[in-house]
C-alpha cells in the first residue's frame, strides 16, 4: 500500500503511539500496512520489533531489530534492542555480540551495558563481566541507578573492590540514600559469615585446639596458621610462645584481625597477611618454611572449605618437611536415625486431610541443621564416612560404598553426619550428637535416603557417598 506523505506521517505516528501505549495488535496492523513505504527506514523496524515483541514474538521482533541495526549501525538502541531480545532467547554469543556493538556506540551509561555484563556472567565469563561493570561505573559518576546497580552485581559477583567503590560514588553522590546504606551492610554481611559469631563461643572446639596448640609450641617455633578470622586461634599459638603468620582471603576480616592483634598487644608475635594462603611465598611473605601448621577451615560436611587442597598446597610450599599440623586429620562420621520428628523434617504426606506428597519431589539432598527441639532414634553404630588425613596429603577416594549395620529396628530416614577432628595424637574434637541434636559451631548435616524405609537389627544398610566442593552426597547403593 502507498499513501500520501501527510497520510503517511499520520499512520505512522498512530503506530508508534499504539506501541507508547501498549496496544501493540493495532500497532502490529499499522506498522504492516506501512511497510512497502519505510523499507529503508531503521526506526520503522526498530518500532515494527517493539511490537512483534509485544505481541509475544521474541524471534520476529529480533529480527527487524537486526533489520534496523544493519539500516542504522550507529544507532544504539537497535543494538541493545536486540541483545536483550537475543538474550530473552537465551541465544548469548549473539546477544552479547549485539550489547558489545550498542555500548560501542553509546556514550552515557545505559543498562544495555549493565546487560552484557549480566549476559556475560551467564555464559561462565565472570572476568569479562566485571571488566564491562568497571567500565559501567567509570563511566555512570552521575548516575545513582547505574552505580547502584554496578555495586549489586559487583558484589554478587565477587568482586568487593569495585562494589565498594561503586557505592563510595553512590553515597557521595546521594547522602544518607537508605538503599545505598542497606546495600553497604549487605556487602559487609556477604564478606563475613554469620557462622563466625558461633564458631568463636564454640567452648569445647576452642579449649580443644587450645590444648593440642599448646602441646605442639616451644617459644620462638614458627606457626604458619590458614584462615585467621577473627584471629583466636593465632593469638592462642602466639600466646604458647609461637611467631605466628597468618593469612586471611576476605580482605576486610584480614584487616580487622590486625586491629585485633594490636589490642591484645600481639603485634609483634603474630603477623597478619590479606590473601589466600595459596597465594603466599617463601622469601616475601615467609622468611622460611613454617614448622607448624594450624587451621581450621572446615565447614559442616567437611569438603565445602576445600581443606585438602589448601593444606596439601601449604604442604609443598610453605612448610618444613615433616612439620606437624593442627589438625592431623578430620573425618566426617555419621549413623543411620529415624523417627517421626526426622521424617517429617525433610518430607509432607497427608496434611489436614490433603495429600500433599508430589511436594517431595523438592526434598534437599542434604540439609544442616541446628535445631534443638528434634528427638530421632539411632539406628546405627558411628561409622567413619570420610577421612582426609592432612599430614599424608592423601584426599579421600571420590567414591565408596557405606555399610551402615543396624542395631536398632525402626523406619530409617536417613544418615546424621558430624566431624571428628584428630587434632594431634591426644586430642580428638567431635561435635558427636547424643539421641537430641547438640549444639556447636558446626552444624549436624542430614542426608535424608530416597524414602523412609523399615529396617530390622543386623541388616546392613548400603549407601554411596560421594564428595566434591559442593558437599557430600549419598545415594542409594545399587
Ligand atoms: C572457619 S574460619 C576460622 C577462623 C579462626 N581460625 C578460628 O578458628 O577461630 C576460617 C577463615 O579462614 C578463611 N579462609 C578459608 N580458606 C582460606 C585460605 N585458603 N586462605 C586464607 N584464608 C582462608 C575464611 O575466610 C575464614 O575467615
Known amino acids: 500500500m502507498v499513501f500520501a506523505a501527510d497520510t503517511l506521517a499520520a499512520r505512522w505516528r498512530e503506530a508508534v503511539s499504539h506501541v507508547n501505549a501498549g496496544r501493540f495488535a493495532a500497532a502490529e496492523q499499522g506498522l504492516a500496512a506501512l511497510a512497502l513505504s519505510y523499507a529503508g527506514n531503521a526506526e520503522y523496524f526498530l518500532v515494527r520489533g517493539l511490537a512483534a515483541r509485544g505481541l509475544g514474538d521474541p524471534s520476529k521482533a529480533a529480527e527487524y531489530f537486526r533489520e534496523a541495526a ?120 556477604d564478606q563475613v559469615p554469620p557462622w563466625h559469631f558461633p564458631m568463636m563461643h564454640d567452648a569445647a572446639r576452642n579449649a580443644a585446639y587450645d590444648r593440642a596448640i599448646r602441646r605442639a609450641v616451644r617459644p620462638g617455633l614458627r606457626v604458619l596458621e590458614i584462615g585467621t578470622g577473627a584471629g583466636l586461634l593465632a593469638l592462642m599459638a602466639a600466646r604458647a610462645g609461637a611467631q605466628v603468620t597468618t593469612c586471611e582471603m576476605v580482605p576486610a576480616i584480614a584487616e580487622t584481625a590486625t586491629e585485633i592483634m594490636r589490642r591484645n598487644g600481639m603485634a609483634e608475635r603474630v603477623r597478619v597477611i590479606a590473601r589466600a594462603s595459596t597465594e603466599l611465598e617463601i622469601g616475601a611473605d615467609l622468611e622460611r618454611p613454617a614448622e607448624l601448621l594450624i587451621s581450621e577451615i572446615l565447614s559442616s560436611d567437611l569438603v565445602t572449605e576445600n581443606v585438602a587442597a589448601a593444606v596439601a598446597d601449604a604442604q609443598a610450599r610453605l612448610l618444613q618437611p615433616g612439620a606437624p599440623m593442627i589438625p592431623r586429620a578430620v573425618a566426617a562420621v555419621g549413623r543411620l536415625i529415624g523417627g517421626e520428628e526426622i521424617v517429617r523434617l525433610m518430607s509432607v504426606g497427608t496434611v489436614e486431610g490433603f495429600d500433599l506428597s508430589p511436594f517431595n519431589r523438592f526434598a534437599p539432598g542434604a540439609i544442616a541443621a541446628r535445631f534443638s527441639d528434634q528427638s530421632f532414634d539411632s539406628l546405627s553404630g558411628d561409622l567413619e564416612m570420610l577421612r582426609f588425613d592432612l599430614a599424608l596429603g592423601s584426599p579421600p577416594p571420590r567414591e565408596a560404598m557405606l555399610d551402615f549395620t543396624v542395631t536398632r529396628a525402626g523406619t530409617a530416614a536417613g544418615v546424621l553426619q558430624w566431624v571428628r577432628l584428630q587434632l594431634d595424637e591426644e586430642t580428638v574434637f567431635e561435635n558427636r550428637p547424643g539421641e537430641r541434636f547438640t549444639a556447636s559451631a558446626w552444624k549436624l548435616m542430614f542426608y535424608p535416603l530416597p524414602a523412609p524405609r523399615p529396617v530390622s537389627v543386623g541388616e546392613s544398610v548400603r549407601l554411596r557417598l560421594s564428595h566434591s566442593i559442593g558437599g557430600l552426597v549419598l545415594t542409594a547403593a545399587v
Open 70 to 189: 544493519r539500516l542504522a549501525p550507529d544507532k544504539a538502541d537497535a543494538w541493545f534492542n536486540l541483545g536483550e531480545t537475543l538474550a530473552g532467547l537465551g541465544r548469548d554469543g549473539e546477544a552479547i555480540a549485539a550489547l558489545r556493538q550498542g555500548v560501542a556506540r553509546f556514550a552515557r551509561p545505559s543498562m544495555g551495558w549493565l546487560l552484557l555484563a549480566q549476559v556475560l556472567e551467564r555464559s561462565g565469563e565472570r572476568d569479562e563481566a566485571l571488566a564491562e561493570l568497571a567500565r559501567l561505573a567509570e563511566a555512570s559518576q552521575g548516575e545513582p541507578e547505574a552505580l547502584k546497580a554496578v555495586s549489586i552485581h559487583a558484589n554478587r559477583w565477587g568482586d568487593v573492590t569495585l562494589a565498594q567503590r561503586a557505592l563510595a560514588r553512590l553515597q557521595a553522590l546521594k547522602p544518607g540514600d537508605p538503599d545505598a546504606q542497606a546495600l553497604r551492610h549487605k556487602i559487609t554481611a
